[in-house]
């Protein structure tokens, strides 16, 4: 009959001292730079089959990737990207919530051409950014490659999972 009174308090004082502050002052929360993870390669071409560059990517093909992309980031080098792939072709709408740094959009069809270029989006700006035409993946690089590279629609990408 006293069992579980006696393990009802054994339990409450267990939870207590767990939960005690031990005074040590260390409650800061430590913020963890988000680190690129390759995940593949993409190659751009023009329609003359002329390579124009290749990256490293991360890829985002599932809700939560897709959400959160480059959110949160300070930097990436100039040989990477993220794709963005989804499962068909419609308008799509892109914003810079939480992204810090400026980005390119280049919107692909199907078929992995250029349909449009959204250049030098602005940092933590969420006003959308619409692909203009349907798109089913998008890549994100940082701002001003698309001009430096001549990327122009029609262009199109080669891509492989690693």
């Known amino acids: 009959m006293f069992k579980a009174p006696v393990f009802l308090v054994l339990s409450a004082l267990f939870l207590f001292l767990s939960c005690k502050?031990?005074?040590s002052g260390n409650n800061e929360v430590k913020k963890a730079e988000i680190s690129f993870t390759k995940e593949g390669e993409l190659q751009l071409y023009k329609p003359d089959n002329s390579l124009v560059k290749k990256l490293d990517i991360e890829i985002a093909d599932d809700e939560y990737k897709i959400q959160t992309?480059?959110?949160y980031r300070t930097a990436m080098k100039e040989n990477r990207g993220m794709l963005f792939i989804f499962e068909n072709e419609e308008p799509r709408y892109f914003y810079m919530k939480n992204t810090n740094i400026p980005l390119d959009l280049i919107y692909f069809d199907a078929s992995k051409k250029i349909v449009s270029i959204s250049a030098n989006a602005e940092p933590l700006?969420?006003?959308s950014i619409p692909s203009?035409?349907?798109a089913q993946y998008v890549l994100e690089i940082n701002a001003g490659l698309a001009?430096?590279?001549g990327l122009e629609?029609?262009?199109y990408m080669i891509f492989e999972r690693k």
Do not use: F, H, S, V
């Open 21 to 23: 502050d031990t005074g």
């Open 69 to 71: 992309g480059l959110m």
């Open 125 to 127: 700006n969420e006003e």
């Open 132 to 134: 203009g035409k349907p």
């Open 147 to 149: 001009r430096k590279w």
């Open 153 to 155: 629609t029609g262009d």
